[in-house]
């Protein structure tokens, strides 16, 4: 697996789009399966990702406008 943090925003939300595109269809087929929890784990972990980078960025005094 990659290493989240080595990657850009805009990789890491078109990540999220296709591991919950794959996460919903495999709900509506019934699939529940290994595939179906690492599809879970994976939509956690990149949102955890985000929201930490989120943070950090609203928290960066160099970032702010004054």
């Known amino acids: 697996m990659e290493n989240l943090n080595n990657l850009d925003l805009l990789t ?21 399966g290994t595939e179906y929890t690492r599809c879970r784990t994976m939509i956690q972990n990149l949102n955890a990702e985000i929201a930490y980078r989120k943070l950090k ?10």
């Open 12 to 32: 890491l939300a078109d990540m999220l789009a296709r591991y919950t595109r794959d996460y919903i269809n495999m709900q509506q087929k019934g699939n529940t």
């Open 57 to 66: 960025f609203s928290n960066d005094p160099k970032k702010k406008n004054n």
